[in-house]
């Protein structure tokens, strides 16, 4: 069974950081696409991050390099973090971690992907920036 579940989200003041992680486990694939997305109140689920299993990355163009995806692969389990740093509290959201797998990382977009290419998703973790 395939099992996504996020930690490190909480409040944190303006120009403040805070470290996303998404341990995933259940599955075995050739490849795989891995992205983080967020959704404030009211708006669409965003592209923020994505992540191939061959280690290419994109980022949505609105970050400013403000935010980093990396992973990390332990005894069976895959990791996912989003280092988030020079927070705004427009970047106040729910965050999600998203894993789609796929026969290679080929598979994957070269771009930010859409939330709809996606079958597997963590709980969510909630970022609050405020001053």
């Known amino acids: 069974q395939v099992k996504l579940v996020e930690s490190g989200g909480g409040s944190v003041q303006p120009g403040g950081s805070l470290r996303l992680s998404c341990v995933t486990s259940?599955?075995?694939?050739?490849?795989?696409?891995m992205a983080w997305f967020r959704q404030a109140p009211g708006k669409e689920r965003e592209g923020l991050a994505t992540?191939?299993?061959?280690?290419?990355?994109?980022?949505a163009g609105s970050l400013a390099g403000r935010f980093t995806i990396a992973q990390d692969n332990t005894e069976g389990e895959n990791t996912l973090y989003l280092q988030m740093n020079d927070l705004k509290p427009e970047d106040t959201a729910m965050y999600y971690c998203?894993?789609?797998?796929?026969?290679?990382?080929?598979?994957?977009?070269?771009?930010?992907?859409?939330?709809?290419?996606?079958?597997?998703w963590g709980q969510g973790t909630q970022v609050t920036v405020s001053a």
């Open positions: 998203a894993l789609r797998l796929v026969p290679a990382a080929r598979y994957c977009s070269r771009g930010v992907e859409r939330s709809t290419e996606y079958n597997y």
């Open positions: 259940g599955y075995t694939s050739l490849g795989s696409c």
């Open positions: 992540l191939t299993s061959d280690g290419r990355k994109a980022y």
